[in-house]
């Protein structure tokens, strides 16, 4: 094994969240006047906390979203997730064979903990995922593209960041974690090679990545 941890993103990666919650988000924000498909929202908002909605619809628009912009599209969210949420194919697979064979993992999401537990729980992957190795941006000041995040998932594990390696499928993920001096491996189920500029390899299947991290 190359590397002393991974830590996974989730959305996207762990759980296929990203059509539900970018389809939601585009309506949402449609819905309040600032016109949005969710082309624009993947582009825009994959892979970013809710700070960076906040921050581009006033800097676009001049107006604040809703102060309850976020409880609101988090309970459409949770409930479209409990209908509907799976897993990425193979990433229990993966989870489980990186257990067996003793290598440290975790998760570092741009989503709540909340967010996190309630797509873990649907889909089955909590059973993975203890409190200590789940990570958000809601633990750091600022969301990815910075690498704070990776880099206090990586510090709370005890590793350094170089000895780690990331799973990213967005191309603020891959930003953060370059920034954060460690290699990435770009997802390209829904995402493709060209928009993750900086990953220093690319799998469409999660089949591919035990391989890959040279397990």
Do not use: W
Request: glycine content about 10%.
């Amino acid at each position: 094994m190359r590397y002393d941890l991974v830590i996974f993103d989730n959305d996207g990666v762990l759980v296929d969240s990203e059509p539900i919650s970018n389809t939601l988000l585009a309506g949402y924000l449609t819905e309040l006047g600032h016109l949005t498909t969710y082309e624009e929202s993947l582009r825009d908002y994959m892979g970013s906390a809710m700070h960076r909605v906040h921050d581009l619809v006033q800097e676009r628009s001049g107006q604040r979203l809703p102060e309850d912009f976020d409880a609101i599209f988090h309970a459409r969210v949770f409930a479209a997730f409990q209908a509907e949420l799976e897993p990425v194919p193979g990433a229990a697979e993966v989870l489980r064979q990186l257990a067996d064979a003793g290598v440290p993992y975790c998760v570092a999401s741009s989503g709540s903990h909340e967010r996190i537990r309630v797509g873990h729980r649907k889909t089955g992957l909590d059973v993975f995922f203890p409190d200590e190795l789940v990570f958000s941006a809601e633990d750091v000041g600022r969301g990815k593209p910075a690498p704070d995040l990776f880099l206090h998932a990586a510090a709370s594990r005890g590793v350094a960041p170089e000895r780690c390696v990331v799973v990213e499928d967005s191309r603020l993920g891959v930003q953060a974690a370059v920034a954060a001096g460690m290699d990435v491996y770009g997802f390209t189920a829904m995402t493709p090679e060209e928009k993750l500029a900086g990953a220093a390899g690319f799998f469409g299947a999660m089949e591919e990545l035990p391989a890959i991290l040279g397990l």
